[in-house]
């Protein structure tokens, strides 16, 4: 792959509409690295047609089908996601075979300290809200949610330093993060996390991520994703 195709392929970003969070692949290794590690096992790389359609087949054949998942490990991706809740970041952290940097509350929480009250609960002021938290549809919770977020701001109006102030940050507050994973890793990533039983919001960012993938990588991981519960 030239380096300008590299460049094309990698400023791609995926914005779930309903969800609004944002997934942006910032690399990837091409999979010709891959067909190269596997063809290092049996010196054929005299039958290598460059990363084309026959390394692919060989990837998939030993990747996927004869499961020798080690070779997928070579194949590597960093994302940069925007707008997930710390709900989600829990479930995201159990992903003990992938690398995360989180967005310090520190900071966070400095950007919240410059706002006026959230208070009431009227369309200019969710709209404000929502640069902070996500929004449910239900009605209970979107308005708990705003006065969590209203008492998280009060907080920090009262000089509460930042550190002891974040104890009352809700799950539904926004954060964002550098993610990188390998392929091996992320198959059981997609697989996990689109099945209908995990938390809605995980499923939107496992279509989101998969959606972000090179397309020339995408034939890896079709078969370990679950159909969106809705369009996504
Ligand atoms: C629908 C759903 C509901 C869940 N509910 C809960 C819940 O109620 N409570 C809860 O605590 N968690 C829950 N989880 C989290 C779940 O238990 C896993 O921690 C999470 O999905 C990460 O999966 P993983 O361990 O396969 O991934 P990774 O940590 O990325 O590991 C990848 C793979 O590496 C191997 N591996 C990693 N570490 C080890 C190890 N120490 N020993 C042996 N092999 C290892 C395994 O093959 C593993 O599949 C839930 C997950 C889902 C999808």
């Not at 990837?28 to 087949?57: E, N, Q």
């Not at 799950?171 to 198959?187: D, F, G, P």
């Amino acid at each position: 792959m030239t380096q300008n195709n590299l460049e094309q392929q990698v400023n791609a970003t995926y914005i779930d509409m309903q969800s609004g969070i944002q997934v942006s692949l910032l690399h990837f290794t091409p999979l010709s690295v891959c067909s190269r590690a596997i063809r290092t096992c049996w010196d054929s790389h005299a039958k290598s047609d460059g990363g084309g359609d026959i390394d692919k087949g060989l990837i998939y054949r030993v990747g996927n089908i004869n499961k020798h998942k080690s070779t997928l490990e070579h194949l590597f991706y960093n994302f940069e996601i925007k707008g997930i809740t710390r709900a989600c970041l829990q479930e995201l952290a159990r992903h003990r075979m992938a690398s995360m940097s989180v967005k310090s509350t520190r900071y966070t929480l400095k950007e919240l300290n410059k706002e006026e009250s959230f208070l009431p609960i009227n369309d200019s002021n969710i709209i404000r809200a929502s640069k902070y938290i996500t929004l449910s549809n239900n009605n209970t919770i979107r308005e708990q949610s705003l006065k969590a977020l209203e008492n998280l701001r009060l907080a920090l109006k009262e000089k509460i330093a930042n550190d002891v102030a974040k104890y009352i940050i809700p799950e539904c507050y926004k954060t964002e993060l550098v993610w990188s994973i390998n392929a091996r890793s992320l198959q059981n990533f997609l697989e996990l996390r689109s099945a209908k039983t995990a938390l809605k919001e995980i499923q939107e960012l496992a279509h989101s991520i998969f959606k972000a993938l090179p397309e020339e990588h995408k034939y890896l991981f079709e078969e370990y994703l679950h159909e969106p519960e809705c369009a996504v």
